[in-house]
């Protein structure tokens, strides 16, 4: 994959000048360090940074039609080319490489921006102008592995795979999006359309954009359409679905295998990433592939190491494995480059952590690794779908009536269901957001509060089993823009490493939606299903270990460990002076997390101060303004 960036005058009144899109990809050259390329055709401008995974010596974008009236960026990787480029070619289309994007063009011409994805299997964020047509297409793939960013900002429609190529453009403003904030506190992460950054939004997962006509449209053309409760085929044994799970991952590993460089993986020492290093040697016994681990071997943290299962797995997988070992100190040296790369605030320090793993992956010559996200969205994997099964409404219970009757409303607001439960308590937790915000941002608190607009469709959740609600939920809250974004595509790509990921395959979740949830949670067994699937490929202790969470030490370790940076940060002065959060809140909170011994039962519990820091090294790293109430639109918009 790679970084794209381009400007469209929408008035088509002004050139794009070539050392904007140059300054616009250099932001970004950790994406693409390979080749560089600059197009630009008066009011349109492209910008390109490489990174040469594909046909190494004849891949270089932009691509162009053979009238030269339609042009291609793509960050990405399209996994079912070469099938596609046979389909192409035998309806007359010529190629000039074997690079894997070049089939985009081709595709869209014969079937249209519309019906164009209906053939994709991939991983992209492409951006196609169609001079005859005067029209800009922008699209990001069906699980929003890949990101893409837009702004418009005087009569300009300016995008770029990180939101740092957009501020390059001098008139992009450098203000929090509050909601964005918002969001990062009560959900698992940011979510798109939202971002840190007020006036730039990210391109929905599954969507694509259109400027035509002086009009931008964004349209929706892939969501994860669980059936209705009860629309299963129950009559399939649980074997017919076992043989199917481990035929389409078979295939979506043997797709993501496809390189012409050499291809590693992570290696957690559970069962996704074991499964997939399992499967990758299957398809490739003779390989000599690489396997990559954090640990944590000292001291307090030894209770989070899972080296002792990631050494098992790699001598089983006979892999070349690599570990790094980390501490807390190991997590403060990184926070600033995990904040610049990932450009938001994050409530888990684990980030750090992939960061480190993906230049251990570098420094090793490999440029490609695969990786287990999304099994635990997919197959029933986190605790919430055992609850769900039990029947739970979770922290619930102990609330009086007033509070659950508020409770129940803002569950059927969010999800379309007040029995529900997802994350946390909404109701309850708006009042520790309000706790952490200064009082002048509460003074507009109602504006720009998250939950007053519902962060994903309702009507997806609705008449779903409570098993696809939360899988649904998982996709869109958990994964989309938190798990694949800064946990993964930025911190790989902050080392210039190509992330792949096997259970995010569009043919693969066609099949997964189709497997009943009784069969995916049998015996109140996460991910029994997989499981099955694991029994051929896995020692027993490695399927049946408790499930462990990727964890890193948090901001407590770093307040009691006086941690320079941290405290700095976190001072009463700067919190006063930046005007977001309440300065005296900030300061008990720190005098709570500096107890020692005290932590942090991550996720379960949030970090919040690991927030405050890392939106603060935010406002440092992008220069971003302090809180001012009269540069705040009203009612607030991303």
């Not at 399209?78 to 192409?88: C, D, T, V």
């Not at 009536?401 to 946390?424: A, P, T, V």
Request: glycine fraction near 8%.
């Amino acid at each position: 994959m790679c970084g794209i960036a381009g400007i469209y005058n929408t008035t088509k009144t002004q050139p794009v000048p070539r050392v904007l899109l140059e300054s616009m990809v250099e932001v970004i050259h950790h994406r693409g360090p390979d080749d560089t390329s600059i197009h630009t055709d008066h009011h349109v401008g492209f910008g390109f940074k490489r990174l040469s995974i594909v046909d190494l010596s004849g891949g270089q974008q932009p691509f162009f039609s053979q009238d030269k009236s339609i042009v291609l960026v793509c960050n990405g990787e399209i996994f079912n080319h070469q099938e596609l480029r046979a389909e192409l070619s035998a309806k007359g289309y010529s190629f000039t490489s074997q690079c894997d994007v070049e089939v985009l063009i081709p595709l869209y011409q014969e079937y249209g921006i519309e019906r164009m994805f209906d053939k994709l299997v991939g991983q992209f964020g492409f951006a196609i102008y169609d001079k005859n047509k005067e029209a800009l297409f922008l699209a990001r793939d069906h699980f929003g592995v890949c990101p893409l960013f837009y702004t418009h900002q005087q009569d300009h429609l300016i995008f770029g795979s990180e939101v740092k190529a957009l501020l390059q453009v001098p008139f992009v403003p450098r203000r929090v999006n509050l909601i964005g904030l918002d969001q990062v506190f009560s959900f698992p992460g940011g979510v798109s359309p939202h971002t840190l950054f007020q006036g730039i939004n990210s391109l929905k997962p599954g969507h694509y954009i259109v400027h035509q006509n002086e009009k931008t449209s964004v349209h929706c053309y892939w969501d994860a359409n669980f059936p209705m409760e009860g629309d299963y085929d129950y009559g399939k044994k649980e074997s017919y679905y076992a043989e199917k799970l481990e035929e389409k991952l078979l295939a979506s590993v043997n797709h993501r295998l496809n390189a012409d460089v050499p291809v590693g993986f992570y290696l957690s020492g559970g069962l996704d990433s074991s499964l997939i290093g399992s499967l990758m040697r299957k398809l490739r016994p003779g390989a000599d592939f690489k396997s990559f681990s954090i640990t944590f071997p000292q001291g307090e943290n030894s209770q989070i190491d899972e080296s002792v299962h990631q050494r098992r797995m790699a001598s089983f997988l006979n892999s070349d494995h690599h570990e790094f070992a980390f501490d807390w100190k190991n997590i403060s040296s990184r926070l600033r480059d995990i904040v610049y790369h990932g450009e938001t605030a994050v409530k888990e320090s684990y980030n750090t952590c992939s960061l480190a793993l993906s230049a251990n992956v570098r420094s090793q010559g490999i440029k490609v690794v695969l990786s287990g996200e999304g099994a635990d969205e997919l197959c029933g994997g986190y605790i919430g779908y055992r609850l769900d099964a039990l029947g739970s409404r979770n922290l619930g219970e102990d609330m009086d009536d007033l509070d659950m009757m508020l409770e129940d409303q803002m569950r059927e607001q969010l999800w379309g269901d007040s029995s529900f439960f997802y994350e946390k308590n909404q109701v309850e937790f708006r009042s520790v957001k309000q706790g952490l915000y200064s009082d002048a941002v509460n003074e507009l608190y109602y504006d720009f509060d998250c939950l007053n607009k519902q962060p994903v469709d309702p009507n997806q959740l609705i008449g779903r089993h409570p098993f696809h609600k939360r899988s649904y939920l998982d996709l869109k809250l958990r994964l989309a823009d938190h798990l694949i974004s800064d946990h993964c595509d930025r911190v790989c790509f902050a080392n210039s490493v190509e992330g792949r990921y096997p259970f995010l395959d569009v043919n693969l979740f066609e099949f997964i939606k189709t497997i009943p949830p009784e069969i995916q949670l049998k015996g109140l067994v996460e991910k029994h299903l997989l499981k099955q699937v694991a029994t051929k490929y896995l020692p027993e202790e490695i399927i049946n270990r408790q499930k462990f969470g990727f964890v890193a030490p948090g901001s407590c370790q770093l307040l009691q460990n006086k941690d320079e940076m941290t405290m700095d940060l976190l001072s009463y002065d700067r919190i006063k002076r930046q005007g977001f959060f309440n300065p005296d809140t900030i300061e008990r909170l720190k005098k709570v997390y500096s107890k020692p011994g005290f932590r942090i039962n991550v996720p379960y519990d949030s970090d919040l101060l690991i927030v405050v820091i890392t939106f603060n090294l935010l406002l440092d790293v992008f220069e971003m303004e302090s809180f001012d109430a009269s540069t705040v639109p009203s009612p607030i918009i991303a």
